[in-house]
């Protein structure tokens, strides 16, 4: 029972814990803060709660492939601090920094696009003239969004994830407060609602770049252990194996992304208002079992990079083994209340009596899934670590266009009796597949003959 519960190696599992913590902190500080960002907007009227939506989506997708891209930073600096490799820890840094730049530099020129792209998708003109406005402004965040990214994978890398907890709720403070100064004029500020909304993102992205940069440079600790000071060139080799290992990761999270967006806005989208409300009820709850998930897999990641830069691939297998016994532990418990209180949940959020038959067997698939979701999230963390993203990425993606969008599309035509069930059936059988095939890819072994550091610090 103590080797099941994982309490024969308690020691690895309390620094898994205590990696993993500060970065579940900051992904619950984010979507606490991305609801109160709604609630505020909220406060503009109709038009600004349908334009928010398809803006941010437009926009996250760019980030997104950013954002896989420079996960990567994570696993280059743990195993350079497992080969106790002192200047590249800092440098992969720099690098992540420069590409997240060049790629918010490359995007501006879609401030020309973006009224063409939404008068094609068909909005009312006031909806469509803030989301141009939003959208616009937003591109002006990504380099800085990404670029405290890749910073706060470097600490996650060399493990210290509490300094981008702090960087992350320090930068949500400063966005709830323009917020409030920008979307409503206060404090002698102009009234600027939409664009307020968005150029407070801005602001609280470059601040949190700017207070991990300075953080990463301003101790000698980090100047002359991980040599934070002394990587700050462009390294095109680094920089290129970056983008190797990181674009597979990259295109598998922006395509998830993409089919989930699919999936919401055209799929459940033609069951009606109802079976919308309810799948965006649910996504609700979700959160609740897949962020904590999330944050236990960034820490997985760092400690198993550390570990194959060691060349322990004993520490590896136990760490991924300690991770899915919590995983499944914490997402098994979730799914149970799911079965077991979906209607109880339900009506905590709405009083729609369609909105809530359709939540409630919706939860149904949800608790069947979440034992395979928590071992896809801790594996492809785990291969992540070790610089396998090719393959992950390839199987992800396959089953999202197949057995996800594909048995989506089928059931919405040929099973409408069944209403949103049948389309989240194809979303239960796709999160099961993966689930089993990246257990299968691991078990395998081949992330041991993978090679991400080169001799050369180069």
Not at 98 to 121: A, E, N, R, T, Y
Not at 155 to 175: C, D, T
Not at 275 to 287: I, M, T, Y
Not at 343 to 370: G, K, N, S, Y
Request: glycine content about 12%; proline content about 4%.
């Amino acid at each position: 029972m103590r080797s099941i519960l994982g309490l024969d190696d308690w020691p690895l599992g309390r620094a898994l814990l205590w990696l993993a913590l500060p970065v579940i902190a900051s992904m619950i500080s984010r979507t606490i803060m991305s609801l109160v960002d709604f609630v505020m907007i909220s406060r503009l009227g109709t038009e600004a709660q349908a334009a928010i939506m398809p803006a941010g989506v437009v926009l996250f997708i760019f980030i997104s492939l950013g954002m896989g891209t420079l996960s990567v930073v994570n696993a280059f600096v743990a195993q350079s601090l497992g080969r106790n490799r002192l200047g590249d820890r800092g440098s992969y840094a720099w690098q992540g920094l420069w590409l997240s730049i060049g790629f918010g530099v490359l995007l501006l020129p879609l401030w020309w696009v973006c009224p063409g792209f939404f008068q094609w998708v068909g909005h009312e003109p006031d909806v469509m003239a803030m989301e141009i406005t939003y959208t616009r402004i937003g591109l002006l965040g990504i380099g800085p969004t990404l670029a405290a990214v890749a910073l706060a994978n470097f600490f996650n890398g060399i493990h210290r994830p509490a300094i981008g907890f702090w960087a992350a709720l320090a930068a949500n403070v400063l966005n709830l407060v323009a917020n409030y100064a920008l979307i409503f004029g206060n404090w002698g500020f102009p009234r600027m609602e939409m664009a307020g909304a968005a150029w407070a993102t801005v602001i609280a992205a470059a601040f949190q770049m700017g207070f991990l940069l300075i953080w990463m440079l301003a101790f000698v600790e980090y100047r002359r252990v991980y040599g934070t000071l002394a990587g700050w060139m462009p390294r095109r080799a680094q920089m290129a194996r970056l983008l190797r290992f990181g674009a597979p990761a990259g295109g598998q999270f922006c395509g998830d992304l993409l089919a989930w967006s699919v999936f919401t806005l055209w799929i459940i989208g033609s069951f009606g208002t109802a079976a919308l409300a309810a799948h965006n009820l649910v996504f609700r709850f979700l959160e609740f079992s897949f962020m904590p998930a999330f944050g236990m897999g960034i820490a997985l990641t760092a400690a198993v990079g550390k570990a194959i830069g060691q060349g322990d691939h004993d520490r590896v297998r136990r760490n991924v083994a300690w991770c899915l016994r919590f995983t499944l532990a914490y997402m098994g418990l979730i799914g149970l209340i799911y079965l077991l209180f979906r209607f109880q949940l339900v009506r905590t959020l709405t009083d729609e009596p369609e909105v809530i038959q359709h939540a409630a067997a919706i939860l149904i698939l949800c608790a069947v899934f979440q034992m395979f979701d928590a071992m896809g999230i801790s594996l492809i963390s785990a291969l992540r670590g070790c610089g396998d993203n090719l393959v992950p990425a390839v199987v992800m993606l396959s089953g999202a266009a197949v057995i996800f969008l594909g048995g989506a599309v089928v059931a919405m035509y040929l099973l409408p009796q069944f209403g949103p069930l049948g389309p989240w059936g194809a979303a239960t059988l796709y999160i099961i597949v993966t689930g089993i095939a990246l257990l299968l890819r691991f078990r395998g072994g081949g992330w041991k003959r993978i090679r991400m550091l080169q001799a050369s610090a180069n």
